[in-house]
């Protein structure tokens, strides 16, 4: 038993995996009990047992298995995670399970398989049982039969998908194994109880005796709906539902549940498998079908009867077949023929289904105009035809061809059309019946039950009996106002018999509802109401425009009595009777008038109509006025009343007080009464007559309103119009169009009959009286504010002249909206008005449209015109498109039937030549626009084919193409497009274009709907595919496409489309789904249809859907199938006012905006912690992970829910990425202000930042970085540091990115390492980046060695971690990596560390290989020289802390002569090597800037710069024999490594570590106390001192203001600065070589520390403050006299003019100056006054004397005279020759101020010398040189020339040195300003040089390195760019010239050429007096410096390469001999040439 416990031990999951059975079995059932117990269904435990769980199930052991099976039933049933598992233990239960013997085993396989189904894995369950069916045992097949079919018996079809397995079913049938059928049986038995009848087709061809006995077993099926009793997790409500009906007693379900139970219907048809049947016709097939025999066209058509009895076609183009079969069907003589060719296209039509419907247009009229065959099988075999026909298209699209055959004459056509109607529509439902057809309709049927044939009565009662049960009394009544009750009866009796398709519901609804007044349209009956027609109103082109009024005058009938749709309230019967007499009364007779009259008038008023006198007519109209206002409207006889008043005189009443009196009566009547058309004609004549009068006109023309109310606007305005215009005065005629335009206004256009209007229009626009074409022009205009731009249409036939005033006045309406309606809603005020009234709204633009005279072109489309098209000759397919243009454009509007136009255009979409294509697609466009709305039949077979045309490769083409199909789309809505499978066959081509061009119109058109097609959800996998489709355009129009399928489809329609996706497909696409739901937009509410035009009359539309929703009609205003999931999206519709078109925002969106102004972050108490305790109980998973997976998202989501703002957190977890960069925009946004919010959330922000940096983005990652770098900021501000948790769950992934290829993004990540720091341990930093060098990826492990290296370098060794030992081993088994950039990076960072520990650092590193160990030691001997030699990277590895300007920052603050040599001085070159010189390595250079800002570790980032490769200059060159000795070598070894160790320790005195900068300034303070090393500072000086003073800003700023800090430290660093600066400054050598900006900046920093309140408040402050005194006077004596004056004054300067500066501070600036003074006898002859006068004249410009006298104190002014007086002294009237460098010397104060000085003191003095010399004349005059200005010029003149000369340039130097020894104060000035920079300071150089020459101190120069300006005239310009790091000072390519003169530096370092090695000047003497005017401070400094190199540079680029004499370096000597010479260049050329190709 041993074994036993040893497996006892071991943890639950390891024994499940243990080999002995018994352990795993135990693990079996320890596991069944966790799962059992485990709670939470998203607990981590579930996770380890992923990959287990197949194992469970497949167990080699059966009793093992059984436990296994067991435990994964209830893993499955559980865990949340199990889904994962579905495909491995599915196919584990398949192939292992369903083979055991014992039955238990198979019983717990299937529950796995069912529970699987119950956790939504439904798909994948069956397609491995499918699998299964394939299996070799037949146990097996069994088992996943009965799986099968036990799942669909408790799932139900919805859920189990029928369509796989019924494909397999016949062959499960054709088994040898019987079980194997009598499991089919069943399972067929099961199917056929789900889906009924659908499953016999596809079973047909089984063995017979199977399918007897299949059909005796499906007999014995219940006919009860079956229903599911079992439910996915998702579907729990229901789940609910189904078990409370169970317990109430079985079957007690209400009538509701019914339709939400109801087993969708399967059609056979989708179940069945698509056949080809083209490639099938006999050969000769298109011959034969034209023979003359027709025994061989019988053969044809049998051939093909017999290939489209396939019940189900594949698609293809039919278009020739259904030609030919069409021709036999018209044409063909044989009507045995006839019958046969119909029966084929009614195959071909049920096989197609919706694939017909684009041949159907083309077929409906020949087989209507068949049906005057009598023979019945012909009848027969057409009807058959069209009603297949007819399912596979709309009747809108065939109502044209149908209508047009229902005038035909023969009976027969006719009966037998108005009985297809009927059939039709019995298909129909209200929404695919709209008002629209059914006028149409309703008018040809009303002539044919007037017919004189019985039959065609017969037929036509039928058809408008089925239109009245289909579309409701409400609908259909107003068309049959005009018949008679008889034939009322008739039809409504024929509609009772009438059975329809889509069950019995609508009718009775339709009853039910017409009882009580319905808001809304009328489809509010059965749900899916009208959106059809509304849907096409908005489509169509104008029809916003046209839909004006809201409430327009009842019903719309054109010029046909017809008020119906009045009275809503009437209900359906009430409409009739009464109301329509009233409107039409029959006519009494003026008998009959009379004596209702007289019932109502006083007697003498009808006695007085007639009478003579005026008075008494005027008297008896008065009575008749008061008679009329006091009667009721029920008593008012109107007809009677108007024929009393149109008694004679009647309209022709002379006298005007009478006239005017009857009019308004007539106008009361109307008012008041029940006033008929009949009463409107007696008077109108009348009216209208009046119309024009003078005084009669306005009371007319407000009886004509009157009636407009009582009988209709159109009905009047039509009688009005006909009148005016059949008689002859233009008065009457413009003042009747006058009263229209006004009319119209105040009723709205709604039914008016614009043909009528247009032809009366045109008749006045002929007019000669200019007043009625004006009126016509005016009334055009109103009538373009509800028609719109058709309109111009009707006139463009109108002189050029007239139909400019047309366009005008249409302008003038362009813009402005149609008022709303005010009149004409009385009648209808009930509000069931509406109905007629909204679904006219629509009509009046198609009507307009449908008024257009249109042309029939067919008879145009000649035979000869198709074949054109389709020739072979371009030029002649041109021509007939040409042909086609011209056609078009000549009928202008045209009929739809255009014959075979359709195929040859068609032909040319995809014509080779593309100009054709286009012009076939602006030929499409024209044919849209002439064809207008009709163009609808002709979507499919020409629409389509234009949609493919989006996928050329040529951009115009695609341009045309989309503007053509848009179009298109304009005249006839969406619908078309969206019906039937041809869209999604276009999205499934793999073409991005098509794909790019498609999903965009699709986003552009879909918002726009209010309902789509279900035919949409074809194109949905098609979308799936383009989410992830190479091209990252269609990827992107995909997703912009995706929420607009969503917005109609709904979420979970969609969601459950991605089932057949590929798993990782699935989730990106269920993620993309997710995100497109928060954007989806609700759909467009329909009023915006109204509103879009009529302002106020759409508000009553507008408001309604609250009741409507109230009363749950469904009401139009609602979507139109009210669909709870779409209404949750949007809100109901009343919230989304916006206009359509426009994406109306859902709810959601409206709330969030308010919400958007809380905090962002929640601070929650204890959150952070209580996170933190989670993780390490792992009660969550540990952010650890390759890539991240589900899981880890959703963890971090949870946790983020309780402490970041909902949208936020929307944005965040968005899938899109821009909405990331929308969260971390607002996240930078709120950082500053919600500090303490973003630290409490801190851990879960740096988290989700680790999910950023695994997107594929980089704009998200750039702008991840960005925050980061502010957060981290913010963080060490705050002094924050972060939790180990937050630091392991960051660092790791951050240092994943450093390894990014983009520079910028490297750069970026480094820059943040840096700032991280400050708020983490740089020890434990060093941990989690050494881990990165473990990485694959070789940019990683180099930048994480250059990071280490930074660490060290910064830190020092103890931040290596585990050791420092340890550490350096890893890092040096990097040298041998096989990436050469990670080889640098570990030798660069192992000399780092060297530099830093020197040779200590070989015994840590132990044992190297031998290469790798030589590789180190030649790197660490070219440290000290020259940055490391990583070739491609300098610039960008360490960017952060290489000065931004690319040299050496100490070498740029002096003058470039000084520049130049210490720069070469600190890259000592090795000795005698042929090796480069170099600038500092870039570790040890200063960053100003940064060290200022920052009191941290600085890095600053740099420009990447250009990279050389210059290995090749280091080879060993083939040296002549040197003519001098080489430098000792020891000597140089010493210097190289010293000077970069100096510049590290001045580096490290600006470090923001206290201690660091102690130690450095100790140990500088070391090598200044030692007299034989103080020479090494030299050069160093102005960076050692720019260091202290940022040490000295830095403790100002922020050391002393810390509260943390202990004081003593800061006295320390105080005391240890102050101390090393004395020692410093009692060096005078090294004192002078400070620079005049470092002296300002110092002596501010000193004053700045004397004037610190604080200091004096600390211990031992006061002798601090004493010390500094001391410093200053030391700086002030020992400095150069001539820098510090200058910086004094420049300090005054600016202390004056700084408002903020104290006035204490200038004071001691001002003493300094004093102090100076009092030492300027002692200094005057070192002092270059010329430049300390340019500074006064500079600080006097600035100060003038004036401004001076109004400070405050006297003592600026006092400090100055002072000064300029002691000058004045000391110097006399020579003062004035050192004015040279003041510009105009006359605007000068300072001369004239000299000039009183001199002219006070002259008389003591008595010396008057020259004042008067010229500006140029040299200033060497001394006491004791008499010789004239004259010859001192000429003297120096020569010199200089030999200088310039390159000669003599030696000779010349020797002897300026001789003259100037000789006279000490001699001034060369004027010449030099006159020469470069360069110049100048090659010349002080030389001077310097030959002065050491001659006091002997050769044998030091020897060591230092030659002075780069020192080398002749050419190489100066490239020494900034000598360094491989750093290319030069702006980052330009660096030519091969530098490298040239590279070299050359080299070869005389080898002394190649004559150069003395004693020219070499010592460090101790390169100080001289700067030429340069003073730099205000030393940044300053630098920029300047850079500008002079830069031209230095440019000016000797020119290398004289070709002249045989190599010019040694500045000292004109030629080589030994001239061959060599040559040599010498060949030798270079042939190297230059090397260093180009390596370049490259």
């Not at 059909?215 to 006919?223: A, N, P, Q």
């Not at 006045?809 to 909204?838: C, H, L, W, Y």
């Not at 300090?1691 to 001691?1708: G, H, N, R, V, W």
Request: contains cysteine; hydrophobic residues 40%.
């Amino acid at each position: 038993m041993g074994d036993d416990s040893e497996w006892m031990k071991l943890p639950i999951d390891q024994k499940c995996e243990h080999k002995l059975w018994k352990a795993r079995l135990n693990g079996y059932e320890e596991a069944l009990k966790l799962f059992q117990k485990i709670d939470d269904e998203k607990s981590p435990e579930w996770s380890k047992y992923l990959g287990l769980i197949k194992k469970f199930v497949t167990d080699s052991n059966a009793v093992a298995q059984l436990k296994g099976l067991e435990a994964a039933l209830a893993y499955v049933e559980n865990a949340h995670v199990a889904g994962k598992t579905t495909g491995e233990v599915a196919s584990g239960v398949v192939n292992k399970v369903f083979n055991q013997p014992k039955a238990r085993a198979k019983e717990l396989g299937l529950d796995i398989c069912l529970m699987y189904i119950e956790i939504e894995k439904g798909e994948a369950v069956q397609e491995e049982l499918l699998k299964g069916l394939d299996n070799k045992n037949p146990k097996i097949i069994v088992a996943c039969i009965e799986t099968l079919r036990k799942a669909l018996s408790e799932f139900g079809s919805k859920i189990i998908s029928l369509k796989p397995i019924i494909k397999v079913l016949p062959k499960l049938f054709e088994s040898r194994e019987k079980a194997v059928r009598d499991e089919a049986k069943l399972l067929a038995v099961e199917i056929y109880r789900w889906i009924r009848d659908a499953l016999r087709p596809p079973l047909q061809n089984i063995n017979s005796v199977q399918l007897k006995e299949l059909e005796e077993e499906w007999v014995k099926v219940s006919s009860a709906a079956p229903k599911q009793t079992r439910f996915l997790r998702s579907q729990q409500e229901l789940k609910a539902k189904f078990e409370q009906q169970q317990a109430v007693g079985g079957d007690a379900d209400g009538g509701d549940d019914d339709e939400e139970e109801a087993v969708p219907q399967v059609d056979a048809y989708e179940l069945l498998e698509a056949v080809e049947i083209l490639s099938k016709l006999p050969k000769d097939f298109y011959e034969k079908i034209e023979a003359k025999k027709w025994q061989e066209r019988k053969e044809a058509l049998e051939a093909v009867e017999l290939l489209v009895k396939n019940p189900k076609l594949e698609s293809g183009d039919y278009a020739d077949l259904v030609k030919v079969l069409k021709k036999v069907v018209g044409k063909d003589t044989n009507v045995m023929l006839v019958a046969l060719a119909a029966k084929c296209l009614a195959g071909l039509a049920a096989g197609l289904r919706k694939k017909f419907g684009q041949y159907a247009g083309h077929v409906v009229p020949t087989i209507l105009e068949k049906f005057k065959e009598k023979k019945p099988q012909v009848v027969q075999a057409l009807q058959e035809a069209i009603d297949a026909i007819f399912l596979t298209t709309t009747l809108q699209n065939i109502s044209e061809d149908v209508l047009a055959v229902m005038d035909n004459k023969n009976p027969t056509i006719k009966q037998q059309t108005s009985l297809f109607i009927a059939r039709s529509f019995r298909h129909c439902t209200p929404s695919t019946l709209p008002k629209s057809l059914l006028k149409p309709f309703c008018a040809a049927l009303l002539k044919h039950i007037n017919d004189s044939a019985p039959e065609v009565r017969d037929a036509g009662f039928e058809a408008l009996g089925t239109a009245l049960k289909v579309a409701g009394e409400k609908a259909v009544n107003p068309f049959l106002a005009d018949v008679d009750k008889l034939k009322l009866d008739r039809i409504k009796e024929c509609a009772e018999k009438v059975e329809l398709v889509y069950g019995k519901k609508t009718g009775g609804a339709a009853e039910k509802k017409e009882g009580k007044p319905v808001t809304g349209k009328t489809p509010a009956l059965s749900g899916t109401s009208g959106d059809k027609e509304t849907k096409d109103a908005a489509t169509k082109p104008g029809s916003l425009k046209k839909a004006p009024t809201a409430k327009p005058g009842g019903p719309p009938k054109k010029g046909k009595p017809a008020a119906a749709t009045g009275m809503g309230g009437a209900g359906a019967k009430g409409k009739k009777g009464p109301e329509t007499k009233e409107i039409f009364e029959s006519e009494l007779s003026i008998e009959v008038c009379e004596e209702k009259a007289a019932a109502v008038l006083p007697a003498s008023c009808i006695q007085q109509l007639d009478s003579g006198n005026w008075k008494e007519r005027l008297a008896c109209m008065e009575e008749f006025q008061k008679a009329v206002e006091l009667m009721e409207r029920s008593e008012m006889p109107c007809q009677a009343l108007v024929r009393m008043l149109a008694k004679k005189p009647g309209w022709k009443e002379t006298n005007f007080q009478v006239m005017q009196m009857k009019l308004h009566i007539v106008a009361l009547i109307a008012q008041k009464g029940n006033f008929s058309k009949t009463s409107a004609q007696v008077v109108l004549d009348g009216l209208v007559d009046k119309v024009g009068d003078v005084k009669c006109g306005s009371n007319a023309k407000e009886a004509m309103t009157a009636i407009a109310e009582a009988c209709q606007l159109p009905w009047t305005a039509e009688q009005v119009v006909a009148m005016a215009f059949s008689q002859k005065n233009p008065k009457n005629q413009s003042e009747t169009l006058n009263w229209l335009s006004n009319a119209i206004k105040e009723f709205g256009f709604s039914g008016l009959n614009v043909k009528a209007f247009i032809s009366n229009v045109k008749t006045a626009l002929a007019a000669t009286n200019p007043a009625v074409r004006t009126s016509a022009i005016t009334l055009l205009g109103v009538m373009y504010l509800y028609v719109g731009p058709p309109l111009r249409m009707f006139f463009e036939d109108e002189k050029p002249a007239l139909l400019s005033q047309i366009d005008a006045e249409f302008e003038k309406m362009q813009g402005q909206t149609a008022p709303a309606p005010t009149r004409g809603i009385s009648r209808n005020s009930v509000g069931g008005g509406d109905d007629g009234e909204e679904e006219e709204q629509e009509d009046v633009g198609n009507d307009v449209v449908d008024l257009l005279p249109r042309t029939d072109i067919s008879d145009k489309i000649t035979e000869e015109l198709v074949s054109k098209i389709g020739d072979k000759n371009w030029k002649i397919r041109k021509e007939g498109l040409d042909e086609v243009t011209s056609i078009i454009n000549d009928a202008k509007f045209i009929q739809p039937n255009i014959g075979e136009l359709p195929a040859a255009l068609k032909g040319r979409l995809n014509d080779s030549n593309k100009i054709l294509v286009q012009q076939t697609l602006s030929i499409l466009q024209q044919l849209a626009t002439a064809m207008g709305p009709n163009i609808k039949q002709h979507v499919k077979n020409l629409g389509i084919p234009v949609i493919t045309v989006l996928g050329d490769s040529k951009n115009n083409v695609r341009a045309a193409a989309l503007a053509t199909v848009n179009a298109w789309a304009e005249q006839t809505g969406m619908k078309e497009w969206l019906e039937g499978e041809d869209l999604s066959a276009e999205l499934k081509k793999e073409n991005p274009f098509l794909r790019q061009g498609l999903l965009g119109w699709l986003a552009e058109k879909l918002p726009t709907l209010r309902s789509v097609p279900s035919d949409v959800l074809l194109c949905v996998p098609h979308l799936y595919s383009c989410l992830e489709d190479r091209n990252g355009d269609v990827r992107k129009k995909a997703q912009d496409a995706l929420p607009f399928f969503m917005m109609h489809l709904g979420f979970e329609k969609m969601a459950k489309a991605t089932g057949k996706l590929k798993p990782t497909s699935k989730d990106q696409v269920l993620a993309m789904l997710e995100k497109a739901k928060a954007n989806m937009p609700a759909k467009p509410a329909p009023p915006a249809k109204v509103s879009s035009r009529v302002v106020g009359g759409a508000a009553p539309a507008k408001f309604q859907p609250a009741s409507a929703l109230a009363e749950d009609t469904g009401s139009n205003t609602m979507e139109s199938k009210p669909d709870p999931k779409k209404a949750k999206a949007g809100g109901p519709p009343s919230k989304a006012k916006g206009v359509q078109g426009k994406k109306v925002l859902s709810k959601p969106n409206l709330k969030e905006d308010d919400d958007k102004s809380g905090p962002i972050f929640i601070i929650v108490p204890n959150g952070k912690e209580q996170r933190m305790k989670d993780e390490k109980g792992l009660k969550v998973l540990k952010w650890n992970f390759t890539t991240p997976r589900d899981e880890y998202i959703e963890q971090l989501k949870t946790q983020m829910s309780s402490c970041v703002a909902k949208w936020l957190q929307d944005e965040m977890f968005h899938a899109d990425f821009q909405h990331h960069n929308k969260a971390l925009a607002v996240m930078i946004e709120h950082l500053e202000s919600e500090k303490d919010g973003v630290i409490s959330c801190l851990d879960l922000i740096l988290k989700w930042l680790t999910l950023r940096f695994f997107d594929t983005n980089t704009s998200v990652l750039m702008k991840a970085l960005e925050y980061l770098k502010l957060l981290f900021n913010l963080l060490s501000q705050e002094e924050y540091h972060l939790t180990e948790n937050e630091a392991s769950s960051f660092i790791p992934y951050l240092i994943l990115k450093v390894g990014e290829p983009k520079d910028v993004i490297r750069k970026d990540v480094r820059a943040i390492l840096n700032r991280m720091c400050l708020i983490y341990p740089a020890s434990k930093m060093f941990t989690f980046i050494m881990e990165g060098t473990k990485s694959k990826n070789s940019k990683q492990r180099a930048e994480c060695l250059e990071e280490l290296g930074c660490l060290v370098e910064s830190y020092g060794m103890n931040v290596c971690q585990p050791t420092p030992g340890k550490a350096l081993k890893e890092m040096a088994t990097h040298i041998g990596d096989r990436d050469n950039t990670v080889r640098n990076a570990a030798l660069n960072t192992i000399v780092t560390v060297y530099n830093v520990h020197g040779d200590q650092v070989f015994k840590l590193i132990g044992n190297l290989s031998e290469k790798d160990m030589s590789m180190l030691e030649e790197r660490i001997k070219r440290s000290a020289k020259r940055p490391s030699a990583a070739p491609v990277r300098q610039a960008e590895e360490k960017p952060q802390r290489t000065q931004n300007i690319s040299a050496n920052a100490s070498m740029l603050r002096k003058g470039p002569a000084e520049d130049m040599s210490s720069k070469l001085n600190q890259n000592r070159n090795m000795g005698g090597h042929s090796e480069s010189t170099h600038t500092v390595p870039r570790e040890f250079q200063l960053d100003l800037d940064e060290i200022e800002n920052d009191n941290g570790t600085v890095r600053c980032e740099m420009p990447a710069l250009v990279q050389h490769k210059l290995d090749d200059i280091f080879e060993p060159v083939l040296i002549p024999e040197p003519k001098i000795r080489a430098v000792s070598p020891h000597f140089d070894d010493m210097h190289s490594s010293i000077a970069s160790t100096i510049n590290f320790v001045i580096s490290q005195v600006a470090s923001g570590d206290i201690n660091t900068s102690i130690k450095a300034l100790a140990q500088i303070d070391e090598v200044l106390r030692q007299e034989c090393k103080v020479e090494v500072m030299s050069g160093h000086i102005d960076q050692f001192l720019i260091a202290t003073f940022m040490q000295l800003r830095l403790i100002y700023n922020t050391h002393m203001a810390d509260e943390k800090l202990d004081k003593d430290e800061i006295v320390k660093l105080y005391s240890c600065i102050i101390g090393s600066m004395i020692t410093l400054f009692q060096i005078e050598s090294l004192a002078r070589e400070a620079s005049t900006g470092v002296l300002k900046d110092l002596m501010h920093g000193l004053i700045t520390l004397l004037l610190d309140s604080r200091v004096e408040d600390l211990e031992e402050g006061v002798q601090v403050i004493r010390s500094v005194n001391l410093l200053v006077l030391k700086v002030l004596e020992k400095s150069d006299q001539t820098n510090i004056l200058s910086a004094l004054l420049v300090l005054l300067q600016d202390s004056l003019l700084a408002t903020a500066s104290s006035p204490k501070f200038s004071e001691l600036v001002m003493k300094c100056l004093w102090r100076m003074v009092r030492l300027l006898p002692e200094t005057i002859n070192t002092i270059n006054l010329d430049r300390i006068l340019l500074d006064i004249h500079i600080f006097l410009k600035v100060f003038p004397k004036e401004k001076l006298k109004q400070c405050k104190s006297e003592f600026p002014i006092r400090t100055l005279k002072t000064l300029l007086h002691t000058l004045c002294k000391l110097k006399g009237p020579k003062i004035l020759d050192h004015l040279t460098m003041i510009d105009n010397k006359n605007e000068s104060e300072l001369e004239s101020y000299l000039c009183r000085v001199i002219k006070h003191s002259m008389d003591q003095t008595g010396s008057k010398a020259d004042k008067d010399t010229e500006k140029g004349a040299s200033r060497i005059v001394s006491n004791e040189e008499k010789a004239s200005k004259a010859k001192v010029n000429d003297i120096l003149a020569e010199i200089f020339k030999k200088i310039g000369s390159k000669e003599n340039t030696k000779e010349g130097l020797a002897e300026l040195y001789e003259y100037k020894k000789k006279y000490s104060d001699a001034d060369i000035e004027p010449f030099l300003k006159n020469s470069s920079q360069f110049f100048q300071s090659y010349v002080e150089k030389g001077l310097r040089l030959i002065e050491t020459e001659r006091e002997g101190k050769g044998s030091i120069a020897g060591s230092t390195g030659i002075s780069p300006q020192m080398e002749g005239t050419c190489v100066p310009a490239s020494t900034p760019t000598v360094s491989s790091s750093i290319g030069n000072t702006n980052g330009e390519e660096v030519g091969p010239s530098v490298y040239l003169e590279r070299l050359k530096i080299l070869r005389q370092r080898c002394g190649l050429d004559n150069a003395k090695q004693e020219d070499r000047p010592p460090l101790t003497s390169l100080l001289s007096k700067p030429a340069v005017p003073t730099v205000a401070s030393s940044t300053d400094m630098l920029h300047s410096k850079l500008s002079q190199l830069r031209e230095s540079r440019e000016q000797y680029q020119h290398l004289d390469l070709d002249s045989n004499q190599t010019h040694s370096s500045g000292i004109g000597t030629t080589l030994a001999s001239p061959s060599s010479a040559a040599a010498n260049i060949d030798d270079l050329k042939k190297r230059l040439e090397r260093i180009k190709s390596s370049r490259k």
